[in-house]
């Protein structure tokens, strides 16, 4: 399956190990936490000259109340673009090192891997604030499949994270599942 496209309905995906350049940090999206570490790792990632790839989050808040309840500034995170290809050992290091003077926030990349294994996904057209009707349709399911959450809210950008227009956003949302 594509990383990189999702239908417009849930549907259930399967998607082996990834190696990632990545930052984690704390704070609402579009704030200074969050700005600086998408500066970072796009710094990074260009002094790899490695190909460009959609930002992609992973999401949590340490609360027992819905994601949406909790103040944004509480939201975490682990940011990352996806390495499509092989890396020389030594090669993020030295990257890092050469865009640090520049971008403080890159002496916080670092080379990750993970696996989301089965999900289920679905593509999100418009704001932002209209994710929970998405993330509804994606839970029921879910309920209908008897699958429950395996791991952290997983958030492909296909528009440029800095895009004005809530229109145009367009969002892979994708949940591990069990």
């Given amino acids: 399956m594509n990383l990189y496209e999702a239908a417009g309905e849930p549907e259930i995906a399967e998607f082996g190990p990834a190696s990632a350049l990545s930052v984690s940090g704390q704070g609402e999206p579009g704030g200074a936490a969050y700005s600086a570490s998408v500066a970072a790792l ?12 959609p930002l992609e989050g992973r999401w949590w808040v340490e609360d027992e109340r819905s994601p949406f309840d909790v103040p944004r500034e509480e939201w975490r995170w682990h940011l990352f673009l996806r390495l499509t290809g092989d890396v020389a050992p030594g090669a993020v290091e030295r990257a890092r090192e050469q865009v640090r003077a520049g971008v ?3 002496a916080r990349v670092q080379r990750v891997s993970f696996t989301d294994g089965r999900c289920v996904q679905m593509l999100h057209s418009g704001p932002y604030s209209e994710e929970p009707a998405s993330l ?9 499949e008897g699958l429950v959450p395996n791991g952290l809210h997983h958030e492909v950008y296909l528009t440029d994270p800095r895009e004005e227009d809530p229109e145009k956003i367009r969002v892979i949302l994708r949940q591990p599942v069990r």
Avoid: S
């Fill in 42 to 53: 796009y710094a990074v990632m260009g002094a790899l000259d490695a190909p460009m790839v």
């Fill in 104 to 106: 403080p926030a890159a």
């Fill in 136 to 144: 509804t349709r994606m839970h029921a399911l879910m309920e209908a």
